[in-house]
């Protein structure tokens, strides 16, 4: 039986999947929703019903959607480095996964300053290849999971004080509304961060040198969001779900580093599989035809896994973490006063 290159396979797909994207919108969904199955029983019931979970479900594809927009610049500028970091690159400015700041502006001042000070070290940037003005950068994904966490956090703790000190049933609403919308935006970003090509600098084909001879041609990229998985018949959610276990607290909020610290390990547990993913392409074990596909398939299929496993995580360990609101209890409670001075 012949078999079939992933480059062929990504062309007689007229190349649907955007080589930039990590995973397609059925895959990020299927992390979101395997997050979900992670959730205790107890669990705040708003977000279970059928309906927030498909919202949560439909906006995994989000910050994606925002990348269809070409004739933006300010919005690729800020949304695209949110879905990637390159590791290898962090030697470059004197960084390590160990030492780079916590703190996304104080980062970007680490890459300014390397750059100032040793010019001879980086290559041109192009500036036709560079219109959103990012090629400077390595990436911020793991700054953007931790702001989310954070954002996450704040909006348990508001929706708390309205609902044990007297908010409206508008206020609890609207305060529910914003937890599925961060919950279902924030899966995307976990989400690239269980696809390895979102942790290298090989992210579209192997690049410099390559003494494994691994797949240089960057359709590659494309067939691991999802080219695979659409002509294998798609993700089977229910077939993934029993690799989930409970959610369980990340990050130690009395440590206000040790979250981000957890999120940098997460992404270089991840870049540690670039290699053996090059290796199963090499091996035709991500051709479906092969016999040995199975392989491939529960490959990818764990990385979901694992990034539906660390938003769960995330999404409980917000709610578990996440303290009244203070100043807005403390507004809240001045309105039995207020009213009672208008009589």
């Not at 949110?82 to 680490?110: I, N, S």
């Not at 990012?134 to 309205?162: D, H, M, N, Q």
């Amino acid at each position: 039986m012949k078999l079939f290159r992933p480059a062929t396979l990504v062309t007689l797909f007229t190349l649907a999947v955007s080589p930039a994207r990590a995973w397609d919108y059925e895959g990020h969904r299927a992390v979101n929703q395997l997050a979900l199955a992670a959730l205790p029983t107890n669990f705040p019931a708003f977000v279970k019903t059928a309906e927030a979970r498909e919202r949560i479900a439909f906006l995994a594809g989000e910050p994606d959607r925002w990348r269809n927009i070409t004739d933006d610049q300010a919005l690729p500028h800020v949304n695209g480095p949110d879905h990637y970091l390159d590791l290898e690159q962090l030697e470059e400015f004197g960084l390590t996964p160990e030492t780079v700041p916590a703190l996304r502006y104080d980062f970007v001042a680490k890459l300014a300053l390397a750059r100032a000070q040793h010019p001879e070290k980086f290559t041109a940037i192009d500036p036709a290849k560079n219109k959103d003005h990012t090629r400077e950068l390595v990436g911020f994904a793991p700054w953007a999971i931790t702001e989310y966490c954070g954002k996450l956090r704040s909006e348990f703790s508001y929706l708390k004080a309205f609902q044990h000190y007297g908010g409206t049933a508008d206020e609890i609403a609207n305060a529910q509304q914003n937890i599925l919308y961060t919950m279902g935006v924030m899966g995307h970003y976990v989400g690239d961060g269980s696809q390895p090509l979102h942790a290298t600098k090989h992210h579209h084909g192997w690049v410099g040198e390559n003494p494994h001879g691994y797949a240089t041609n960057s359709s590659f990229h494309g067939w691991i969001d999802g080219g695979f998985f659409k002509k294998i018949g798609g993700v089977k959610v229910d077939a993934i779900v029993g690799k989930i276990r409970p959610a369980k607290i990340v990050g130690d909020p009395l440590k206000p580093e040790d979250l981000f610290r957890q999120m940098m390990a997460y992404f270089g547990d991840t870049e540690k599989l670039v290699a053996p993913l090059y290796q199963l392409e090499k091996e035709h074990k991500l051709t479906p035809e092969n016999e040995h596909a199975d392989e491939g398939k529960a490959f990818l299929e764990t990385q979901l896994a694992r990034g539906g496993q660390m938003l769960g995580d995330l999404w409980f360990s917000a709610w578990e973490q996440a303290t009244e609101d203070r100043y807005l209890v403390t507004e809240l409670k001045k309105r039995p006063a207020a009213s009672a001075e208008t009589k």
